[in-house]
T-cell receptor, first 119, second 111 residues
Framework: GAGVSQTPSNKVTEKGKYVELRCDPISGHTALYWYRQSLGQGPEFLIYFQGTGAADDSGLPNDRFFAVRPEGSVSTLKIQRTERGDSAVYLC?????????????????FGPGTRLTVL | GNSVTQMEGPVTLSEEAFLTINCTYTATGYPSLFWYVQYPGEGLQLLLKATKADDKGSNKGFEATYRKETTSFHLEKGSVQVSDSAVYFCALGTNAGKSTFGDGTTLTVKP
C-alpha cells in the first residue's frame, strides 16, 4: 500500500522567501506529525495533528512556522521569511491513532522527507 | 523535559560480531520506547518498540528491553550482517503524542 509521501523532495530557496512543504499521510491515519532533522541529529518534534486540529504545536520554533491540515488528511507546513538556519530535512509521519488518539504507543510511519536549503 | 541519550558513534563492526547500542532516557510518566532505523537512501522506519516496563521488543534479530529501574532501552543483536549498516535512533513517546529522538548512532558492518 501507499506510504507517507512528501513533496517536493528538495527545495532550494533564497533567504526571506516563503515556502510550503506538503505531506500526504497513509490513508485513514488520523494522527500526523512534523519533524525537523538537522545533519547529525535526530528528528526534532515540531507539531502534531489529531484530525484537523493541531493537538500540540509546542515544537514550532517561532511564528514564522505554521502548519495546517484542513480536511484531516493532507498537511502543509508553511515557513515565512525563511532564514539560513531553517535549512534541514523536514519529515512528516502519520499514525493510525487507534490508541485513543495520538498516543505515545502508536507506531509512526515516516515519509522520505523534504530537504530544504535556504541560500 | 523529556530527553534521549544514545551511545555516540560511529560504530564499526565485523560481520557476525555482537552489537550493543546504548540508550538512556529521561521522561515524566510512563513513556513508550522505540528504536527506528534509517538505511542508506531510505526513510526512517520502526525497528522495534516496547510500551511498558520489562517488555522486550524484537525484530530482525534485534532486541531491546525496557528497563525502568535504569531508564534504559539498549539495542542488541547477536550477529550483525553487512545489511544492518544504517543509522539507528532511539526514541520515546508519551501519551501527549509528542516523540523525542536521540541523535542517532551510525553502524557500519564490514564483511
Amino acid at each position: 500500500g501507499a506510504g507517507v509521501s512528501q513533496t517536493p523532495s528538495n527545495k532550494v530557496t533564497e533567504k526571506g522567501k516563503y515556502v510550503e512543504l506538503r505531506c500526504d499521510p497513509i490513508s485513514g491515519h488520523t494522527a500526523l506529525y512534523w519533524y525537523r532533522q538537522s545533519l547529525g541529529q535526530g528528528p526534532e518534534f515540531l507539531i502534531y495533528f489529531q484530525g484537523t486540529g493541531a493537538a500540540d504545536d509546542s515544537g514550532l520554533p517561532n511564528d514564522r512556522f505554521f502548519a495546517v491540515r484542513p480536511e484531516g488528511s493532507v498537511s502543509t507546513l508553511k515557513i515565512q521569511r525563511t532564514e539560513r538556519g531553517d535549512s534541514a530535512v523536514y519529515l512528516c509521519a502519520s499514525s493510525s491513532g487507534t490508541s485513543g488518539g495520538a498516543r505515545g504507543t502508536d507506531t509512526q510511519y515516516f515519509g522520505p522527507g523534504t530537504r530544504l536549503t535556504v541560500l | 523535559g523529556n530527553s534521549v541519550t544514545q551511545m555516540e558513534g560511529p560504530v564499526t563492526l565485523s560481520e557476525e560480531a555482537f552489537l550493543t547500542i546504548n540508550c538512556t532516557y529521561t521522561a515524566t510518566g510512563y513513556p513508550s520506547l522505540f528504536w527506528y532505523v534509517q538505511y542508506p537512501g531510505e526513510g526512517l522506519q520502526l525497528l522495534l518498540k516496547a510500551t511498558k516496563a520489562d517488555d522486550k521488543g524484537s525484530n530482525k534479530g534485534f532486541e531491546a528491553t525496557y528497563r525502568k529501574e535504569t531508564t534504559s532501552f539498549h539495542l542488541e543483536k547477536g550477529s550483525v550482517q553487512v545489511s544492518d549498516s544504517a543509522v539507528y535512533f532511539c526514541a520515546l513517546g508519551t501519551n501527549a503524542g509528542k516523540s523525542t529522538f536521540g541523535d542517532g548512532t551510525t553502524l557500519t558492518v564490514k564483511p
